[in-house]
């Protein structure tokens, strides 16, 4: 065909041509595959293996296959990331019926954070899955921890639009309250609220702090706090203010307890 014929089959009506997007995911048989091994594996099974497959479909993906640009999971991730907020938000406030909202803010943020999301991938090989353009994986979009956290929570949202909410707390019951009931992300809090939440994870009882000491003139005033158990000391401190003699207890009373867990 001659230069000027292909020109003119790319213009119609004084408008260049473009062609049509495709509004069903392009997906090879091998990775169709991949994905049925992976519901097995995971015991997750989809009705819609479409829509799982969008939740991990990179926007590179979709436009290299000339996709329609809704195809990716973009708006899978905006929706998956408020689904996740709420599960884990309704685990830590029965779980830890004495946590203050901030304590509860805190290791929530810890949770749902990028290395968190990237983890949680890891350990299930999201990123073996992935549906990249050929640049993005070129360049080690399959590693990127950016990526694996969208996908995590594009497949929390694929799960509750599939499934609903029930099924979403299944799996999370499977994959990630486990690794907060072994407090792996009680390192993002303070003293008091380590504290508190090794106690209540270990079904331990009732702290209580007590100011046993106040010295020094009111400039330079010197507290000091003890904090109990069930009644029994675990732990003193000292501080320039009472928070600060608090915490400083704290430290000594978690200390203590991660050492008798030690030798039993």
Do not use: W
Not at 19 to 38: A, D, G, W
Not at 97 to 111: D, H, N, Q, V, Y
Not at 127 to 149: C, D, H, Q
Not at 181 to 187: D, L, P, Q, V, Y
């Amino acid at each position: 065909m001659a230069k000027s014929q292909k020109n003119a089959n790319k213009i119609r009506n004084g408008k260049r041509f473009k062609p049509k997007q495709s509004k069903r995911l392009v997906v090879s048989e091998e990775m169709k595959q991949r994905f049925s091994s992976f519901q097995k594996e995971i015991d997750v099974f989809f009705e819609n293996e479409m829509l799982l497959m969008q939740a991990f479909t990179h926007s590179s993906y979709v436009n290299e296959h000339r996709l329609h640009p809704q195809m990716d999971n973009e708006r899978l991730e905006f929706l998956g990331d408020a689904v996740l907020e709420l599960t884990i938000s309704q685990y830590l406030y029965k779980k830890y019926p004495s946590m203050s909202e901030g304590e509860l803010t805190k290791l929530r943020a810890a949770i749902v954070c990028e290395p968190s999301l990237v983890q949680f991938a890891n350990d299930l090989n999201f990123g073996e899955l992935v549906l990249l353009g050929k640049g993005e994986e070129l360049t080690g979009g399959r590693e990127r921890p950016a990526l694996l956290a969208d996908v995590f929570e594009s497949f929390i949202c694929a799960l509750y639009l599939d499934r609903g909410i029930d099924e979403v707390y299944v799996f999370l019951e499977k994959y990630v309250y486990p690794k907060i009931n072994t407090g792996a992300f009680s390192h993002v809090m303070d003293y008091k609220s380590q504290l508190q939440e090794y106690i209540q994870r270990k079904n331990l009882g009732a702290i209580d702090y007590v100011i046993i000491e106040e010295k020094g003139p009111a400039h330079n005033r010197e507290f000091a706090s003890e904090v109990t158990l069930n009644g029994v000391s675990l732990g003193e401190g000292s501080g320039r203010s009472k928070k600060e003699a608090e915490q400083h207890a704290a430290d000594k009373a978690l200390q203590r307890l991660k050492q008798e867990a030690k030798k039993q």
